[in-house]
């Protein structure tokens, strides 16, 4: 049985108790087998195209990884779904890979097909003597959670308080966590599941957790729980049809109202009122294909496949991801003594969205206001960051790091010299200010891409099998052009009052030297009364290189910027 919560204007009274049904965020799972059979052998996973196969890893970058010598080793990938991976589903599939699975004494716990595809988009690694495909993590280690304790013909499925366990036992034993299950009736992001979520992120900070947006878009507001949270990476959906180009039209997005629960009642942000994104990113979700058949012959092998369709199967595929970087961060050298900041859930989710492409059209809802780039909208309601890109996610991980946050030590109040592409994880304290110069000067015309990212406060109590909200921090992301002696351009500011995420993305009007500030302002909320501090994590970077013929017109057209001063804050560090 869950506990849902009714969103009813600013306070509501406890919630009411009645039976809720999760529905799997997949879109036609069984269309009929497509037309690419044969005797050819390849060695992947693939997407449609033109009654071809198409590399699905290396068409998303992961062979960068690759080439490296990273698979995904040293990291265990969770997938908690309504059942539990099934090794022997499909002939043509039998992981070699899936090590640990977990159900509570109520759920099922036979094999799923579903499952058994989210796990082989994200990890799966077929045994010797079967056919040869790898997910995009095909190092890691595959456990499975089962979550469901019945099923219906439709698809959905009830759990229990008791068979939810399964999303703590993943969180807490594994680094990366992909779910593709979604509640429709939590748009808000403040049902148990969500909750949950968000009270894990918190408590395991090095698990990323990915979710699938679901599949009821094009409506506005329709991004499902537990992707519907605030600490956990939404994907939504890319069409097949666009080369991936454009968001699928099933995939959900927002905006969504923004509500948060103190335990016995639920609040809401300006009466329920939508501004708030809740996808962070977009992999391909149409014309997945996945053997299922193989028939061996005396002198070939012929396959069978399904395709798929549904942001289910565009989860894993950054869940793939997450594990990638996670398993770069524990196998470099060039990570030691920061592997633990490396891989925080923040970072990670920052790196992954900062390094995304950015579709035509689009569009964060960035405009000019008083002559300074603002926007309180952070990311594009349907597409979040972009489409997923692990060829430049791993060089912006490599670049540089910026580390001025330990356990037990932060550092908060400081102006550090960074170069122009990197990351960071830092924290930052109510009223302050906290400053990456970029060393090196930019020109006019390269794009800039700052993302910052950070956790909603939330905690499990077990005393009542609930999750409480504790405070929200919001951070503000800024952009300066440094003036010397003083009088520092104010150039950009994303300042969503609703968001754990800001991000600034635009094209720089001057030449010079430039500064990137997190400035923590305000909490949204605050029921403990003294939250005054927030680790984050931040990524940027700095792109392209101005036509000569663009070259001075920008320069000038940077000179009619009006100068905003703002002060500078003594550096200052707190145990």
């Known amino acids: 049985m869950l506990f849902p919560r009714p969103a009813l204007g600013l ?5 009411s108790v009645f039976p809720v049904l999760l529905v799997v965020a997949s879109l036609g799972l069984l269309k009929a087998q497509t037309t690419l059979t044969g005797t050819y052998y390849p060695e992947f996973y693939g997407i449609a195209t033109n009654n071809a196969l198409v590399n699905l890893n290396e068409s998303l970058g992961a062979t960068t990884f690759y080439n490296q010598g990273v698979f995904g080793q040293n990291t265990t990938s969770w997938v908690v779904d309504a059942q539990l991976v099934g090794t022997n589903l499909f002939p043509a599939e039998n992981f070699s890979n899936l090590s640990d699975t977990y159900a509570s004494s109520d759920a099922l716990t036979n094999s799923g097909d579903h499952a058994t595809w989210v796990a082989a988009l994200l990890g799966g690694y077929t045994a010797p003597g079967y056919y040869l495909n790898t997910g995009m993590a095909p190092g890691t280690t595959i456990d499975s959670a089962a979550l469901a304790t019945s099923t219906n013909a439709d698809g959905s499925f009830s759990i229990s308080t008791n068979s939810i366990s399964a999303y703590s036992y993943a969180a807490s034993n594994g680094d990366v966590l992909s779910t593709s299950i979604g509640d429709s009736s939590d748009p808000a992001g403040v049902g148990l599941l969500s909750g949950l979520l968000d009270s894990l ?6 698990t990323t957790m990915v979710a699938a947006a679901g599949n009821t878009g094009p409506a506005n507001g329709s991004v499902n729980g537990p992707a519907s949270g605030y600490n956990v990476i939404s994907v939504g959906a890319l069409d097949g049809p666009t080369n991936y180009s454009v968001v699928a039209s099933f995939s959900s997005r927002g905006p ?18 939508a501004t708030r ?16 058949t193989m028939t061996v ?4 092998i012929s396959f069978s496949y399904y395709s798929l369709a549904g942001t289910s199967f565009a989860t894993p595929l950054v869940a793939g991801g997450a594990a990638l970087l996670d398993s770069l961060a524990k196998s470099s050298t060039s990570f030691n003594g920061i592997t633990n900041a490396a891989t925080q859930n923040v970072v990670i989710k920052a790196v992954l969205m900062n390094s995304a492409d950015k579709l035509p059209g689009w569009n964060n809802g960035q405009q000019i206001l008083n002559d300074v780039i603002t926007t309180t909208q952070a990311l594009d309601w349907a597409v979040g960051a972009g489409g997923l890109n692990l060829n430049t996610a791993s060089t912006q991980y490599t670049s540089s790091a910026y580390v001025t946050t330990s356990p037990g030590f932060s550092y908060s109040g400081f ?29 006019a015309g390269q794009q800039i891409a700052v993302t910052l990212d950070w956790l909603r406060s939330s905690f499990w109590n077990t005393e009542i099998s609930d999750y409480v909200d504790v405070a929200q921090a919001e951070l503000d992301l800024m952009v300066y052009q440094v003036v010397p002696g003083g009088g520092d351009q104010l150039v950009a500011e994303s300042i969503s009052p609703v968001s754990t995420t800001q991000e600034l993305y635009f094209q720089l009007a001057a030449s010079g030297i430039y500064e990137i500030q997190v400035g923590y302002s305000t909490n949204l909320f605050d029921f403990s009364g003294s939250y005054d501090s927030q680790p984050y994590g931040i990524a940027w970077s700095v792109t392209g290189v101005p036509e000569p013929g663009t070259f001075a017109l920008l320069i000038l057209g940077g000179v009619l910027l009006v100068a905003r ?11």
């Open 201 to 206: 992120a918190v408590a395991n900070p090095n």
């Open 256 to 273: 969504q109202p923004t509500e948060w629960y103190d335990g016995t009642n639920t609040y809401s942000y300006e009466s329920g009122a």
């Open 11 to 15: 306070m509501s009274v406890a919630r």
């Open 415 to 443: 102006n550090l010299p960074v170069a122009s592409t990197g990351w960071g994880y830092g924290t930052a304290l109510l009223g302050g200010v906290n400053s990456y110069s970029l060393a090196s000067e930019l020109f």
């Open 565 to 575: 001063v703002r002060c500078r804050h003594d550096s200052s560090s707190t145990p």
């Open 277 to 292: 994104p809740a996808v962070d990113l977009v992999a391909p979700g149409v014309g997945i294909v996945l053997p299922v």
């Open 297 to 300: 012959g005396s002198n070939s």
